[in-house]
């Protein structure tokens, strides 16, 4: 299904379909909508592959099932419904796996936080399975780093990647995360130390976030938590990390606006100004109304109609998030990234940032003590293997 178009009077009844299901909740006129589409004559593979795609299968079947059913084909109606029970079934093994290991880096006297995963489905859904999670994405300080290894290591998990201990440290002095797993790889857990790279948020630092943090009862579980202007400001950094790839990602956005009256929106933009974020913050939330009608207070309204690039990267990402394939080709990522950025100070660092080597380079050689400027030297040449690579893939 080719979801190319960016007006809604030239979408498919597909897209259209999916846009409305990306929503988190629907309104009468929505599922009005909703309705008469079903009516239409409807490439059901196409749509359920675009769905799985961005990670809405749950939340399309929740929408699905609460409108005509009837109209569903049997067939897609079941494999939807066995999607959605799996991942009531996944998100609760990673809820329970959550609340162990938040136990045992608690008695190694390790103070944590999640982010994203299976958490923000019950608070911003209200329900975490509409939220399709793959992983546990964990947050400690830099100096518990090595305890909180350890308590991994001692669960079973091990690196993803096999690297050395040179190699772990340079990791760990330039990026922000590492990715553990066990069980085969059915259990994964993102161990952060930062939300992001300090080269791609410089001043919105894991370490900015501890002293804010609130407590969460999660039925009889305690937890740490941002606050929700910091997880509005941490899930809009996320999904310009990736040029949100996935519509669910706008969704979070929008489950999470929709999901509480509180939101202090004057303090979010001064923070999101404060980092050096304010672009990527009012581009997460624009996608959020103009994708999912997500409602906007006026003085941020104000603020995205000042910055004229908004519109013009909301634009350019709409087509990438509605397109068959996004485009992941280094030149587009890179003119995206650096649109996203105000100031040549700003720009700089993302070219340093996209330059700096990742796991995926110290995976392919180790080198000797004090060569490793070598990987910096592989990293446009991975970048360009990749490329054509993907490439090749899509012209046989």
């Known amino acids: 299904m080719q979801l190319t178009a960016t007006t809604s009077e030239a979408r498919s009844a597909e897209q ?12 009468d006129a929505a599922r009005a909508d909703l309705n008469a589409l079903l009516s239409s004559k409807l490439d059901w593979d196409c749509l359920i592959a675009a769905a799985q795609r961005h990670a809405l299968l749950p939340l399309l079947h929740h929408h699905l099932s609460k409108s005509q059913l009837d109209l569903v084909p049997p067939a897609h109606a079941k494999q939807l419904k066995t999607v959605f029970q799996e991942n009531v079934a996944r998100n609760l093994v990673l809820m329970n796996e959550l609340r162990s290991i938040t136990q045992s880096l608690q008695s190694s006297g390790v103070e944590s936080f999640p982010f994203k995963g299976p958490v923000l489905g019950l608070i911003a859904y209200d329900d975490p399975g509409l939220r399709q999670s793959v992983d546990l994405d964990i947050v400690v300080r830099p100096t518990d ?3 909180a290894w350890d308590c991994l290591t001692a669960r079973g998990y091990r690196l993803t990647r096999k ?9 760990i002095s330039r990026q922000h995360n590492l990715q553990f797993a066990r069980n085969e790889g059915r259990l994964m857990i993102e161990l952060h130390w930062r939300i992001a790279p300090k080269l791609f948020a410089p001043g919105f630092g894991a370490e900015d976030l501890w002293s804010k943090l609130k407590t969460i009862n999660l039925k009889g579980f305690e937890l740490r ?18 040029l949100w790839e996935r519509l669910s990602w ?3 956005i929008a489950a999470v606006i929709s999901a509480t009256d509180e939101i202090r929106w004057t303090e979010l933009l001064a923070m999101a100004k404060r980092t050096h974020t304010e672009r990527i913050l009012l581009v997460g939330l624009q996608l959020a109304k103009e994708l999912l009608n997500a409602q906007l207070p006026p003085e941020i309204s104000k603020a995205i109609a000042d910055d004229a690039m908004v519109a013009t990267l909301v634009e350019t990402l709409t087509k990438r998030i509605c397109a068959a394939e996004a485009d992941n080709s280094f030149p587009q990522t890179f003119k995206c990234h ?9 720009r700089l660092r993302y070219f340093r940032f996209a330059m700096s080597p990742t796991d995926g380079e110290l995976a392919l050689m180790s080198v000797p003590r004090g060569f490793n400027f070598l990987y910096y030297a592989l990293r446009p040449w991975r970048l360009l293997a990749t490329r054509s690579s993907r490439h090749a ?4």
């Open 16 to 27: 259209k379909i999916l846009l409305i299901c990306a929503r988190p909740h629907l309104d």
């Open 145 to 147: 780093l090595a305890k």
């Open 163 to 171: 690297l050395d201990a040179r190699q772990i440290q340079f990791l």
């Open 225 to 242: 938590s941002l606050p929700v202007e910091e997880l509005l400001m941490t899930l809009c950094v996320h999904g310009a990390r990736h």
């Open 250 to 252: 706008v969704t979070d």
């Open 338 to 346: 650096l649109q996203m950025r105000t100031g040549w100070s700003a």
């Open 393 to 396: 893939s899509q012209n046989p």
